[in-house]
């Protein structure tokens, strides 16, 4: 069973700052890591999605994927308040059920103006 | 415009009664899957079906029943035997690379 780990948080910082969020994963043979934002009673909506390992960079965000260490990060610069949410990380299922995700618990954001 | 929707968005559930959640994507997506969250929690997978007429279990399937007759519908059911229903039910379709895209959601409270 494919397990992804993320610390609840919350997570506090101010604007402006750099939010630091980390997602470990159980399954060394996992190919696919996402990460999504969901706000307070909304559904989830994708952010960015990584498969090599190294960075990879869209507008504030930057995903980090270490797959010696097994390790997801995403990096949120100059944090606004709009940036508060509850972010998930996700990995790839196995087998037939390759196509669908395995969500952590998430982290709960805030950032104070 | 294209998407997932899903219906209706908030439902409530008497005792001993099965009720169906509607999902219909217009994206023609061959995979489409039904997670449930609780508070406070992560999502959990609890069908998925890859294409028309098949679908597979999964983690958390008991109490649940779905159908996928056609490509762009995947109904699911939740029946007497889930004891503790109340969730937030998110249906989701696959672009085919890996990628899911989310409907809004819908609320189930047991009354």
């Known amino acids: 069973q494919k397990e992804v780990e993320q610390n609840s948080g919350p997570l506090s910082v101010p604007e402006g700052a750099i939010a630091s969020l980390n997602c470990t994963y159980s399954d060394r043979g996992s190919q696919s890591f996402f990460w999504y934002r969901q706000y307070s009673g909304k559904s989830p909506e994708l952010i960015m999605f990584i498969y090599s390992n190294g960075d990879k960079e869209d507008g504030r965000f930057t995903a980090q994927l270490n797959k010696a260490s097994q390790y997801v990060s995403l990096l949120i610069r100059d944090s606004q308040p709009s940036d508060s949410a509850t972010y998930l990380c996700a990995v790839n299922g196995v087998g037939q059920a390759g196509t669908a995700l395995i969500f952590g618990k998430g982290t709960t954001l805030s950032v104070s103006s | 415009d294209g998407g997932i929707t899903q219906s209706p968005k908030y439902l409530f559930r008497k005792e001993g009664q099965n009720v169906t959640l509607s999902c219909e994507q217009n994206l023609n997506h061959d995979a489409m899957y039904w997670y449930r969250q609780d508070p406070g929690q992560g999502l959990r997978l609890i069908y998925y079906?890859?294409?028309?007429?098949?679908?597979q279990k999964g983690d958390i399937a008991e109490g649940y029943s779905v159908s996928r007759e056609k490509k762009e519908s995947f109904p699911l059911t939740v029946t007497s035997a889930q004891k503790n229903p109340t969730a937030f039910y998110l249906c989701a379709s696959n672009t085919g690379g890996n990628t899911i895209y989310f409907g809004e959601g819908s609320w189930l409270t047991v009354v």
């Open positions: 079906s890859q294409i028309v007429n098949d679908f």
